[in-house]
């Protein structure tokens, strides 16, 4: 069994691995944590409707627990904005790593050497938590939870699965006290420690939810509790969240077999195989039910895959379960395939005889995830590639030729979603804008300027994505323009790369064209096969050319 030491050793070389090339997957991350947390550093961000006074179900608390470090950071070195970004994502991959470990010396006391070792074989390896890991999301956070809250369940430090679980349901996501329900349980009614569990519920109030109320109401300008805001909005208000996009019964299901391939399988089938194990076997439960281990995972599903309203994130604070009940499905089945198919003598360890069943199972899951790791980076890295040019361009002088104190406007039609963030532009005078394209929804807005900006209720803003014709810029006005070459173009969402009378295309990167790609080539890297059936498409930075256009004009009237 790996040490504590080693484990962490080979868990943070992958989680820095994933701070440098992991995507932004999602575009909430980048407009309701890193554009707030830009505010919060320099003054300048976009707000969305959630940060509205008005509705105010974002927790300013969350993001200041990730702002302190890179205050000092930032005073200390004087970075550019660009490495503040990738040192706030090394400090959550550090963090999730420490989390990783304490989670899987849990699992190895709790269920022995050979799940603990498969467990972290999963950690280390899944596509999921390569995408989850740096993540600057409360779903993040969430997952950090679950595994000190496993982790301290296992190891019976319950005082710190309690404190987990509030910090992860006050701080983080509300939603994620789910996972907190099997260990109330396990010890208001399996441990009979009822006084104990309001003692540390009562201690884990006055650690996280006085201090978040505090620091919301001083930032919002109002009595503020964001968990509750959140949860009423998304529980009882008329409409919930299923505005923001419905997905069909088979979405998790495809996306936990795209993250953790065999492994989420064995996940799904793992309370009836270890049952019908124990019960072929005759093996008696001791310690801790399995089934109470497990029973946060199948809870979770059993509430998030019946709601109308999914997203891949949704599912991060149980990706450590996953990879736990995956890793026990097949530890049982070594039990049962050695006690009922091998004889062997009583002083030998059914993992004697069945370790290549688990080097098997480790070895084929670490090669498709390997691949799908592989796809997501080459298919889709090109927005962060992009945006790293553009500051590479902004400081060279042969080619960004405006004054240094000037107004630069850079813009995006189509793909606002995939912008990363303001610590991509290169200073304060440099300025996201957005062009209308064919999306309908409710864009984000610019922070208004002073130190209370967070307490003035901003104009044009609802909660029911209605479109905002306020946010649309002049294209006119536009110095850069960061565009996808579609293959498909309306009036709205012309192919830009194509009138060249007004852009020149200053930088392209490789971008998959999943509409014309092999469904299977483009979700796993194959060598050789993946660039024969996929389809690729340039992802550009543009410089206008009207500024030359009219010198020229003017020179020759």
């Known amino acids: 069994m ?9 868990l943070m070389s992958a989680r820095l691995c994933a701070a440098i090339w992991s995507n932004l997957s999602d575009c909430d991350e980048t407009y309701n944590y890193w554009e707030p947390a830009h505010y ?3 003054g300048k961000g976009f707000q969305t409707w959630e940060y509205s006074p008005i509705y105010a179900i974002r927790s300013y608390a969350y993001l200041w627990l990730h702002v302190l470090p890179l205050k000092v950071y930032v005073g200390a070195f004087l970075p ?6 990738y040192f706030m994502r090394c400090i959550l991959g550090f963090s999730c790593a420490l989390c990783e470990v304490y989670f899987y010396k849990g699992v190895c006391r709790q269920f022995g ?15 999921g938590m390569f995408i989850s890991c740096s993540a600057f999301l409360p779903s993040s956070f969430a997952m ?11 190891l019976n430090h319950t005082w710190a699965a309690i404190l987990a679980v509030a910090a992860s349901t006050i701080i983080g996501w509300p939603f994620a006290g789910i996972i907190g329900v099997p260990i109330a349980i396990d010890i208001i009614w399996r441990q009979k420690n009822v006084f104990y569990f309001i003692q540390w519920c009562a201690i884990a109030i006055f650690l996280f939810l006085l201090p978040v109320t505090i620091i919301d109401s001083q930032l919002y300008g109002k009595i503020v509790i964001a968990p509750l805001n959140i949860v009423l909005y998304n529980i009882f208000s008329d409409h919930g969240p299923n505005i923001y996009g419905v997905e069909s019964w088979t979405f998790y299901f495809m996306n936990g077999f795209l993250n953790f391939n065999i492994i989420f399988i064995f996940a799904l089938i793992s309370l009836p195989v270890i049952y019908g194990a124990k019960y072929v076997l005759n093996l008696k439960e001791k310690g801790l039910p399995v089934y109470l281990a497990l029973s946060g995972m199948y809870l979770w599903m059993l509430i998030f895959f019946t709601r109308p309203h999914k997203e891949e994130r949704f599912l991060f604070p149980i990706y450590p379960l996953i990879g736990m009940a995956g890793a026990l499905t097949v530890d049982y089945i070594q039990k049962m395939y050695c006690y009922l198919l091998i004889r062997r003598p009583v002083f030998t360890h059914y993992t004697d005889y069945t370790s290549w069943m688990s080097v098997l199972v480790a070895g084929l899951f670490a090669i498709i995830s390997v691949s799908r790791t592989l796809a997501l980076y080459r298919g889709y890295h090109a927005p962060l590639d992009t945006y790293l040019e553009l500051h590479r361009i902004a400081n060279n002088d042969r080619i960004h030729t405006l004054p240094s104190d000037k107004t630069v406007n850079v813009c995006v039609g189509k793909e606002w979603y995939r912008f990363p963030s303001s610590f991509f532009l290169n200073n304060e005078n440099w300025n996201l804008q957005f062009l209308q394209s064919e999306f309908k929804g409710q864009l984000p807005k610019q922070y ?3 130190p209370d900006a967070t307490k003035v209720i901003p104009s044009h803003m609802n909660d029911l994505n209605l479109e905002e014709p306020s946010r649309y810029f002049d294209v006119n006005k536009c110095h850069y323009l960061i565009d996808l070459d579609a293959s498909e173009e309306t009036a709205r969402e012309p192919r830009y790369v194509m009138n060249t009378t007004n852009w020149k295309v200053l930088a392209s990167s490789h971008f998959m064209d999943a509409s014309r790609s092999h469904q299977f080539f483009r979700a796993f890297y194959i060598p050789l096969l993946t660039d024969r059936y996929c389809t690729y498409t340039s992802y550009n930075i543009l410089k206008t050319t009207r500024t030359k256009s009219k010198k020229k004009a003017r020179s020759k009237s």
């Open 2 to 10: 790996p040490s504590g030491y080693t484990a962490f050793k080979a």
């Open 40 to 42: 919060l550093l320099y």
């Open 80 to 85: 550019n904005k660009i490495l503040v970004f």
């Open 113 to 127: 050497a050979n799940t603990g070792r498969l467990a972290l074989c999963i950690l280390l390896l899944s596509t």
């Open 144 to 154: 950090y939870m679950t595994m000190l809250a496993m982790g301290g369940w296992f």
């Open 448 to 450: 208004g300027k002073g």
